[in-house]
């Protein structure tokens, strides 16, 4: 075998993009891949039918034996003599991703000595896409595949020629009716180079001195065209790994027929002077080079082409700006070889090329192309060392100048701070008088480090004025607003509606040494606003723990009589059992008074909100420690686990289904609409809003929480800063990364990032190819607004007119073109079948 050389090159480029150029050594793509060593797991692998449990699909496994099942997959049904394509019986291999196999190995059962079972031939077809099959055939079009002749020996079959493949089925083959057992095993390496298909003319027959020379491609697995002669949505003999000899009329595989090797096209046949090819991949790529392996027998009227020009297609139309390259001339070597064309970086999912005639006959052996990952965030720089050095050289020296620029503004900042709060601390005593509320708040803290660390990923936080700007924990900035109309918002703040998150921490602080931690407790419950009553602690039993956060922990518990303890206003629908199950948050009897005074607060804000589709605040216990609050319990957890394959939830495969019907998730996110319109309603900003804080209970109901930063389970969706704060990043708009500004239009895109894993089944992270660090960098594309910047992709259940018209809105830069809540529900129920 000759060999095609795909070299994995890795290119570091000044802003630190990789790119990987993939071509294939197909003389050692001869790896196992995985039956015997366990990388394929059981769930990969399937069958037809099984003829009891212990010969199911997954004891298929070539020289392979774990103890368990009689050590090979049998139908369970006698296999009967049938040469046709009606062959019903199967065992199917999913290697998750494209595959060039050259290599097939079968065994018979062995059943620990007592095995005879074993197939004498089989047949073997294969899919790319799961959906469209086809028949393997040699090279002479056999289609049959000599077996095993006793169940022990391994035997192992060269596929000439090679598939590309995800999907591949053995299909036991007998002269009559037999029991039969296999083991497999399938040999290859991975498939890179992303072409999953091209469509050109059906190669011609030339008459050369007499002798017949069939230039077709005759191992294309696509689909032929009779009328139009074209080959369409398959791959064949450009990418078999096998190249053309000099002399045409010669083939690299004995005894095959004059011409084999190449697919030729004569000039007569195409009076456009080119032929049309279209290469379609797998996804969007950066393309470097194309090969095209040619021959140049000028002296029997076989030329390379004269030029080709190359069109790239991204969306749905192809660009209208082609590459063209011309090839010079040789009049001399009639060798055939590789012509490198450079495709300029170009970034396409399809490519249609063009080849123009230089000759009477134009023939072609191979196509590779090399191409990296398309990453719209970066782009290649081809620049030669000397200027690439000085580049570096002067970033450097900007970046240390940015340094000295931000340790002196850190510096003033800091000085400025702690004179901005002694003066909003004087005006905030002389105006809070304390009137309807048991208590005061004293002193508002500006910056971070002055400010309470909270338990909760609800940070109780009041925004100063309405255009106020956090100085952020990444990008630091002076502040610049006014005192004056800050603190006239800050005056009404104990008589306006409170917030689930602002842009500034409060802290809650004694008036006087007289004002005690226990006197803010039992002062907490008295006003008009507040429905929560002391729940007796006896009367609650630890089940499990649910979580754990920094400052305390969330327990699942029973609480007896607790209806008896819930207003009228706060009554759960449909539940009168006893004891209830229950979702108990307590704060650590260590935690400090930040931490202390925080929790109190979320207590008195939750205790304001009563709508279907927010978790309730049921009871508290605060006369004594630990403090605790205890809301209702969702008996399906989270939703982020509930969507996501494989769901322990479910009862079985059907309502597995059942959930994952785009109406189903819809609704879902409706349910979440709503919930976020009654909090924007009350200028309350969630500010963690994802699946893992919606909650599921009976009949699919949604209810929006906060316990997601308290689980272990999600610790890798927040981003710790400083080794202090930690920010859901994946899910914050621009402007709360950079900026720190919170507000509903912030939640709005937390909103989009969630419907985005909703209609995904939660299946994968956020910006799940993109590091922690590239993410932040992305926020500032979406600053810079020069069209870089990189958005989700559409999730493959979600309507086009979902994704563009309502998710892409909700990451709109600009924050008031973002839709708001109630906007965004009725679309939603406008696209629910």
Known sequence: GLIIFRLMITLYHPEGQSCLLNQLQVEICRYPLGMTGGQIQDEDISASSQWSESTAARFGRLDFDNGDGDGAWCPN????????????????VDLRSLHFITLVGTQGRHADGMGK???????????????????????KGRQVIEGNRNAYDVVLKDLEPPIIARFVRFMPVTDHSMFVCMRVELYGCEWLDGLISYSIPDGQQMVYSGLSVFLNDSVYDGASAERSEMLTKGLGQLTDGTWGLDDFLHSNIYGMWPGYDYVGWSNESFHRGYVETIFQFDHVRNFTTMKVHCSNMFSRGVRMFRKVTCFFQSGSDYEGDPVTFRQADDDVNQAARFVTVPLGDRTASAIKCRFHFNDLWMLISEVAFQSGNYDPTHKVDDSNTRILIGCLVAIIAILLTIIVIILWRQVWQKMLEKASRRMLDDELTARLAVQTQAFSFIHSSLSSEGGSTSNST????????????????????????????CKAIAANISEGAP?????????????????????VNMNLFSGSDSSMREFPREKLTFKEKLGEGQFGEVHLCEAENMLDFVDEDLSLAGIDESPLLVAVK???????????????????????LRDPNIVLLLAVCVDTDPLCMITEYMENGDLNQFLSPPNPQTKSGTEQRQISRYGKLISMAVQITSGMKYLSSLNFVHRDLATRNCLVGKNYTIKIADFGMSRNLYRGDYYRIQGRAVLPIRWMSWESILLGKFTTASDVWAFGVTLWEILTLCKEQPYCHLSDEQVIENTGEFFRDQGKQVYLPK????????YSDLMLSCWRRNAKQRPSFQEIQTQLLESSP
Not at 461 to 478: G, V
Not at 499 to 519: C, G, K, R
Not at 795 to 802: E, F, G, H, S, T
């Open 117 to 139: 079972e074993f197939a004498q031939r089989y047949r073997i077809n294969y899919s790319r896409d799961g959906n469209s099959w086809m028949g393997w055939h040699d090279r």
């Open 77 to 92: 049904t006698m296999s009967e003599p049938q040469l046709s394509d009606g062959l019903k019986e199967y065992l199917q």
């Open 586 to 608: 307590t704060l650590r009897e260590d935690a400090n008074k930040n931490a202390r005074n925080d929790f109190l607060k979320e207590i008195r804000i939750m205790s304001r």
């Open 458 to 485: 609800y940070e109780r936080i009041f925004p100063l004025c309405a255009d106020y700007q956090e100085p952020s924990r990444l990008i630091r900035k002076l502040p610049e607003f006014a005192h004056t109309s």
């Open 795 to 802: 999730p493959p259940r979600c309507p086009d007119a979902v």
């Open 499 to 519: 917030h689930y998150a602002e842009a500034d921490i409060i802290s809650l602080q004694e008036s006087s040494d007289s004002y005690s931690i226990t006197a």
